[in-house]
């Protein structure tokens, strides 16, 4: 029985394989149409079951739950997807990849803060991998996970992880994720191709280890980001017709999804589109496609997302364009999340989260920290002008996401049956 490790260079194209030639050194590369919305989550969930969204339910990086009227963001339990998941009776090592926690796989590792009841946070992974991953390598670095700091090590720190649970353990399929790409191509349009070579050597790294284990190293990609120049707010244009609903209090002014007349949950260059009031959608919809910057204001079947985790209409964007969730029209009344990375509070993706107000001030937090004093860290801009990069649409051939291996499908709908032939299952 063969073994197979998945290595996922998210944002990789074929017009970055130039400057990639580790990878481009395995062979020829096959495109991949993804799902809509082409965010991380969703097209995790497709390469893993080989099913569209309105199948498998992850229909976005996060949802409106209507039982609950919470929106809820990077959820981590792998039991949110339904269907029949690619490592399942195969010995698996997940290596970062989402919807890590209590995923039926043998080794795994995934990152996971601690909580105290003062509000306090302690990063830390979840090591589940017999490799005592933090002892060999040192703490994974979180703050280039995500965040204004967000960059190399991060995926340095993954590749070499992953290095070491090929050699010990020796899985029959391997899942291992590099996010390198995903920060200086949201922060830049015009981002230096030395980031594609950085992520080339984190790949090599893993290339290795699996060929002295015998496996065979794929390469996929989640989508291609694109160059953006504007960013829409459909929130705003909702509450500008009396159709949202906030409470204002003494940490600003938070949305109600559940006594909106209707809302947006914006991922990337996708919103769902949630209507309390169904008398009203035509409304809306007819109100949402004159919103410059608004390509399509589509019903959810129309792009397989007809499942009830989804809005009731799905607003696609300009290509050069995305969109935002901020629903306050005075940035003196933003909630004070806003200003923060909080990834789990906010109702919708925030790329402004790449970005820092100043390095002094977040200096100043952190003494304050240090020294004991309650603090916030708000050090997050509120421009969203700021981002220069953006996916979740499904681009032209050269900027689509890729995958290769020997004899690789060009449909992301059969990469997980090419996988299972490749292990003899």
Not at 209 to 231: H, K, M, N, T
């Amino acid at each position: 029985m063969s073994k197979v490790c998945i290595i996922n260079v998210v944002g990789l194209t074929p017009e970055l394989l130039p400057y990639a030639p580790r990878i481009a050194s395995l062979g020829p590369y096959q495109n991949l149409q993804p799902p809509i919305p082409a965010v991380t989550c969703t097209v995790q969930a497709t390469l893993l079951t080989g099913t569209m969204p309105n199948r498998h339910g992850i229909v976005g990086n996060g949802w409106y739950h209507r039982d609950s009227a919470e929106i809820r963001f990077w959820q981590q339990s792998n039991h949110l997807i339904q269907g029949d998941l690619l490592y399942r009776d195969v010995d698996t090592a997940k290596m970062f990849w989402w919807f890590n926690q209590h995923a039926p796989v043998r080794w795994s590792a995934t990152p996971k803060p601690h909580y105290g009841s003062d509000g306090s946070k302690v990063f830390d992974i979840i090591d589940n991998t017999e490799c005592h991953l933090v002892h060999q390598l040192g703490a994974f670095p979180f703050f280039s996970f995500w965040g204004p700091n967000a960059g190399l090590p991060a995926s340095e720190w993954i590749a070499n992880a992953t290095a070491i649970v090929l050699r010990k353990n020796r899985p029959q399929l391997t899942l291992v994720y590099l996010p390198h790409l995903d920060y200086d191509f949201q922060r830049s349009a015009t981002p230096s191709m030395e980031r594609v070579a950085e992520v080339d050597r984190c790949a090599g790294v893993v290339i290795d280890a699996a060929r002295e284990i015998d496996a065979i190293p794929i390469i996929v990609s989640e989508y291609g980001l694109v160059p953006v120049q504007r960013s829409v707010s459909l929130n705003r244009t909702l509450r500008e017709h009396g159709l949202l609903s906030v409470r204002n209090g003494p940490f600003g002014e938070m949305l109600i999804p559940g006594d909106c007349v209707a809302f947006a949950v914006a991922d990337h260059q996708v919103a769902h589109v949630y209507v309390n009031k169904q008398s009203e959608k035509e409304r809306i919809r007819s109100l949402l496609q004159r919103v410059d910057g608004v390509a399509h204001v589509l019903d959810p079947a129309e792009v397989s997302l007809d499942h009830p985790r989804s809005g009731d209409l799905m607003a696609l964007s300009d290509a050069d364009a995305w969109f935002n969730y901020y629903y306050w029209m005075d940035d003196d009344k933003a909630p004070d999340f806003a200003r923060t990375v909080d990834i789990h509070r906010k109702p919708g993706y925030d790329p402004t989260e790449l970005f820092m107000t100043s390095k002094a001030r977040a200096l100043f937090r952190v003494a304050q920290k240090k020294l004991g004093f309650r603090y916030r860290m708000d050090v997050i801009p509120l421009d969203a002008t700021l981002v220069g990069g953006s996916h979740g649409l499904q681009n032209r051939p050269e900027q689509s996401p890729l995958v290769i291996g020997p004899d690789a499908p060009g449909d992301i709908l059969q990469f997980s049956n090419y996988v299972r032939s490749l292990l003899g299952k």
